[in-house]
Structure formats: C-alpha cells, structure tokens
C-alpha cells in the first residue's frame, strides 16, 4: 500500500516565479492537509481539502496561495510570486475520513527560492 | 502564541535507559493528542496517540501519558534504542469540524550506544 506521495521532492525557484506542489493521498484517503515547516520550527497548518472542497484555509496566507484538490488527480499547492521567506518544507497529510484525527505524512517538498 | 510547548529542543538518553518527551498545551478544546516521529529530509511518522478521555496508552515500548489538569502529556520510550534518534512532535486536535493539527517546535532526542 503506498503512502502519501508528493513532487516534486525538491523544487527551486528564483523570486516571482510559480511553484506547483502535488500531493497523491494514500489510496482510500479522501481528506488531503498542507503543512509548511520553517527552519527551527513545527509544522503550521495550512489548509484542509476534501475532493473538489476546501474545508479550512484558515492557515493559508490571503495572498499568493492557493490549494485545490480535483476530482481525478493529485492536491496541488500553487505559490504565485514567490518571495525568499515561502523558503520551507511543505508537507501534505491524508486521512481516510474526518473522524480520524490521525494523519499520515508524505516526505515533503523543499522549496527554495533563490 | 504557541498552543504547543515542547521546552526542550533537544535530549539525550543512554541505550536501554528510559526517554521521557514532555509537551505542554494551552488549549483546554485539545480533544486528541499524537505524537510524531520526524527523521531528517523524511516526512513525520505516527507514533501513538491518546484521546483527552484517557490518561494512558500503550503501544510497545511507547507509552503516552495525559495529565488533563497540567495541560501536560509525556512520551516514554523504554528502552530507548540508538534507531530511535529523531525528532519528537507533540501534536494537538480539537475535534469536530477542524481536521489540523497544532503542532509543538520538537524535541531531538539522541540515543548513543
């Protein structure tokens, strides 16, 4: 049974590109969680999916960011005009349903902006 | 204002001994608590986890506890094995609609031979 998968692994951007993160859930997981981990810190909650809605972007900056999670296909993370400080690990989690408080992590994605 | 404590960035154990991670909360909602293990350029991994209704669970050689009154929960490891060198995240969830997790900074711990 694979586990959650995400590219790609490490992703480097000069300042004001795009960056595109993808996330595949482990299979019979529909609930699909971004989390950033800044050097030196624990990982902050960024948004919360389902298929084709989000739950919570609570987390999320109001600007640049933004996530979706189609019908067919992987959960994309997309970051407009990258600046040096969206420098981070990005982790995504899923869980099979609402109700179950454990998530599993995939290995992350190490952006860096140059 | 971080609703997560763990105070000690890092610990060191002897091989065979007991380790002992603490982590503090602020949120009295906190109706679940796991705890993680993080090895470096890898993805956190489950480790165990207990509802706010216990105050113990055992899963091998992990053990958390929960102190509901001292906002308090602890992650014993014994005994303590050199691959168990990593680091620690306590994490939190209210239950309900919200599906993330608060996470605590982690603790690294260091078993040696």
């Known amino acids: 049974n694979a586990g959650v998968m995400q590219n790609p692994r490490h992703l480097v951007r000069r300042r004001g590109q795009e960056a595109r993160l993808r996330c595949s859930p482990m299979?019979?997981?529909?609930?699909v969680y971004w989390y950033r981990q800044l050097p030196e810190e624990g990982l902050k909650f960024m948004v919360y999916l389902q298929k084709e809605n989000i739950i919570d972007e609570s987390g999320m900056p109001k600007e640049r960011f933004s996530a979706e999670f189609p019908k067919e296909g992987p959960s994309i993370l997309r970051i407009q005009q990258v600046v040096r400080g969206d420098s981070a690990a990005y982790f995504c989690?899923?869980?099979?349903?609402?109700?179950?408080?454990?998530?599993?992590f995939g290995p992350g994605t190490r952006l860096t902006v140059t | 204002d971080q609703q997560v404590k763990q105070n000690s960035p890092s610990l060191s154990v002897q091989e065979g001994r007991i380790s002992i991670l603490n982590c503090d909360y602020t949120n009295s909602m906190f109706d679940y608590f796991l705890w993680y293990k993080k090895y470096p350029a890898e993805g956190p991994t489950f480790l165990i986890s207990?509802?706010?209704?216990?105050d113990k669970n055992e899963d091998g050689r992990f053990t958390v506890f929960l102190n509901k009154s001292a906002k308090h929960l602890s992650l014993h490891i014994v005994p303590s094995q050199p691959g168990d060198s990593a680091v620690y995240f306590c994490?939190?969830?209210?239950?309900?609609?919200?599906?993330?997790?608060?996470f605590g900074k982690g603790t690294k711990l260091s078993v040696k031979p």
């Open positions: 299979k019979g997981h529909s609930h």
């Open positions: 207990i509802s706010s209704i216990k």
């Open positions: 994490a939190a969830s209210v239950g309900g609609s919200q599906g993330n997790l608060i």
């Open positions: 989690a899923s869980s099979p349903t609402r109700a179950t408080y454990e998530q599993y």
